[in-house]
């Protein structure tokens, strides 16, 4: 009878290792600028939401949520666990928008990496999210990587004793890295170690590779997954991730829910790499995927996959969009799959046209 109950009580623990490990990441990112509201999110389609961003003050390196953020994301998981009880929500730091001296500071010393994890920890707890994400983008030299290494290994730790103090599940702790494994202007490497050890898990941003505000002279592929002859590609940062020692089962692929425009300088040169003279639309050129289906629509656009590239375009007059369409995000789900990564996150939500990428990419992975 003891032994049948010992059994019993080993096999309901296994249960319990099975039900909290991370075993597949079906990621999307959420932010209010986006004009999206939380509880138009379709979270069934994903198994992890990141809502973002909270914010660093620059004075105390203290983990904030602005007021004017503060309804939205003390609600955020309560409201995406309306349609999927299982989906795990972490609260995502920092942007590409964040002062990244700030960042830079923060890491430099222990007492104010201390006041940014305390914080952190407290705020993800008090707001019921599952787990933290760091977005600093991007450490850029030698000093800040070892210093975004020791962020990592005292967060962990911290988590770790907090999870311990208060008999709860430890906070998920992932991160937004570059899509090289290296800052690639100074070839400075990411602290693989202290990530492997630290992060559940960090999400690869295999984008923005071209873009009229940096290639203004020429369209590109946002978001290639192959790029021959070129540095700028998702696969190529992947295999310099996992090169680097990192398993991938602690990588995430991300993709883009938007593209980049282009304003060719002849309209009868649409290729890509195709001669242009800066953004084809209004503003910084960016377009998320909804308003590119209604780019299509309204301008009888032309539509073209390259499938050796691995990315759509479309183009009317002397107006080009670089994005992803449900081929290439298809045929980019299942690489990470055979590559056997994690999975795959998405920025942004709201972007998305009717589910049309969340459910091709979820349903494209499988169970």
Not at 153 to 162: D, L, N, Q, R
Request: proline residues 4%; contains cysteine.
């Amino acid at each position: 009878m003891a032994l049948t109950k010992t059994l019993f009580l080993l096999f309901l623990l296994s249960l319990f290792h099975v039900s909290t490990a991370q075993t597949v990441v079906k990621g999307g990112y959420w932010f209010p600028g986006s004009g999206f509201a939380v509880s138009s999110i379709n979270s069934a389609l994903f198994t992890h939401l990141y809502c973002a961003f909270a914010d660093l003050d620059p004075q105390t390196y203290q983990v904030t949520i602005s007021s004017a953020n503060k309804p939205q994301f003390s609600t955020f998981t309560q409201t995406v666990q309306q349609k999927n009880p299982s989906v795990k929500t972490l609260l995502s730091i920092g942007g590409g928008g964040a002062n990244v001296n700030t960042f830079a500071s923060m890491a430099s010393q222990s007492g104010s990496r201390k006041s940014f994890i305390d914080s952190s920890i407290k705020l993800a707890r008090s707001n019921n999210f599952h787990g933290l994400d760091l977005d600093w983008e991007y450490p850029s030299d030698s000093t800040q990587m070892t210093n975004f290494g020791s962020l990592l290994t005292e967060w962990k730790a911290a988590v770790a004793a907090e999870a311990k103090a208060s008999g709860r599940q430890p906070l998920l702790l992932s991160a937004a890295v570059l899509y090289l494994s290296y800052y690639y202007s100074t070839s400075v490497p990411y602290p693989i170690q202290a990530i492997s050890n630290s992060l559940d898990w960090i999400n690869v941003m295999t984008y923005d590779f071209y873009g009229p505000g940096w290639s203004a002279s020429a369209t590109g592929p946002p978001a290639a997954l192959y790029n021959p002859g070129k540095r700028e590609s998702g696969d190529n940062g992947i295999n310099s991730w996992i090169q680097a020692g990192l398993s991938p089962k602690k990588i995430a692929l991300g993709f883009p829910f938007y593209g980049w425009s282009w304003r060719l300088t002849n309209a009868n040169n649409h290729g890509l790499f195709a001669p242009a003279n800066g953004a084809g639309l209004a503003g910084d050129g960016s377009i998320g995927y909804n308003g590119i289906k209604q780019f299509i629509a309204q301008n009888s656009a032309t539509k073209v996959f390259n499938a050796t590239v691995v990315t759509d375009y479309c183009y009317s007059g002397t107006t080009w969009i670089g994005y992803d369409d449900t081929q290439s995000i298809s045929t980019k789900v299942s690489y990470a799959k055979q590559k056997g990564l994690l999975g795959y996150f998405a920025w942004h939500v709201g972007a998305d046209d009717n589910w049309v990428l969340s459910t091709t990419a979820s349903q494209t992975w499988g169970a």
